[in-house]
């Protein structure tokens, strides 16, 4: 648990600081961490049998990441067409497995730009500050509360499967929690709406934290690691830390969109 906060008290100013200050900073921090997280999950799917191009798959993976921040430039629609001819082009003259490599390549270039995407248009809207910290503490606050909870009254596995140690009472401490945050925050910020909808709110992005992490999880399971990496000292790797994120703050994108117009 030391170790924990202690990477945390040391990661934290790294990423907040940036995203207050929103604009190239924003954009350097996300190069930065799809880049890191592109790799991680390219070595995972090496360990699962499934090798990917990571020479092709990380560049195309950038490129969606900016239809986020240039869309005007960098429309999605002919960088999703270029991207899948490119990795095609490259699988043809693979002599083993050249299916497995080129579906491997758009799996992890598709799975993290497309998402990543939404998560770095969502910090350039209007009020995105706002928004962005809406999902990011939804999704700190189910992550802390359940695996709080989990250690000190979880008795019933949810999915040892995947997850050995999540439980559904670590579960459900989560969801509360990211119910309340939510509910607060549109409360008392200049986001829309009542601290009944923040409530409801909160609650889908708690299920679909859940869901982001079992997406991690499985890919693990079948690398067979603990971790996506070891940058984070007792925290794992960068995969680890936005696996719950990469499902959640798309989801405080398309809530937005539906408050706002």
């Excluded at 900073?25 to 997280?37: D, F, G, I, S």
């Excluded at 690398?223 to 995969?239: M, R």
Aim: charged share 10%; aromatic share 10%.
């Amino acid at each position: 648990m030391k170790q924990r906060i202690l990477a945390a008290l040391i990661a934290l100013p790294l990423v907040l600081i940036p995203i207050w200050l929103g604009g190239l900073w924003w954009v350097a921090l996300v190069t930065l961490l799809a880049v890191w997280a592109g790799w991680e999950l390219y070595s995972l799917l090496a360990q699962s049998g499934y090798p990917a191009s990571l020479w092709l798959g990380i560049p195309w993976l950038l490129l969606l990441v900016y239809t986020g921040w240039q869309p005007q430039r960098l429309p999605l629609a002919p960088i999703l067409v270029l991207g899948v001819i490119a990795t095609l082009i490259r699988a043809l003259y693979r002599t083993e497995k050249p299916l497995v490599y080129w579906l491997s390549t758009l799996a992890g270039a598709l799975y993290l730009g497309t998402l990543i995407a939404q998560i770095t248009a969502l910090r350039l809207a209007p009020d995105g500050l706002w928004w962005l910290l809406l999902g990011l503490l939804i999704t700190w606050g189910n992550d802390t509360l359940a695996y709080l909870v989990g250690i000190t009254l979880g008795r019933h596995k949810l999915w040892p499967r995947l997850s050995p140690k999540k439980t559904w009472e670590g579960t459900l401490g989560g969801w509360v929690t990211a119910a309340l945050i939510s509910g607060a925050m549109l409360a008392s910020t200049p986001l829309p709406g009542s601290f009944a909808l923040g409530l409801l709110i909160g609650l889908g992005g708690g299920v679909l934290a859940l869901f982001g992490d079992l997406s991690v999880s499985m890919i693990k399971r079948q690398a067979g690691v603990k971790d996506s990496s070891h940058l984070f000292p007792g925290h794992g790797g960068l995969l680890d830390r936005l696996d719950s994120i990469l499902f959640v703050i798309p989801y405080i994108s398309l809530v937005m969109q539906l408050l706002t117009r």
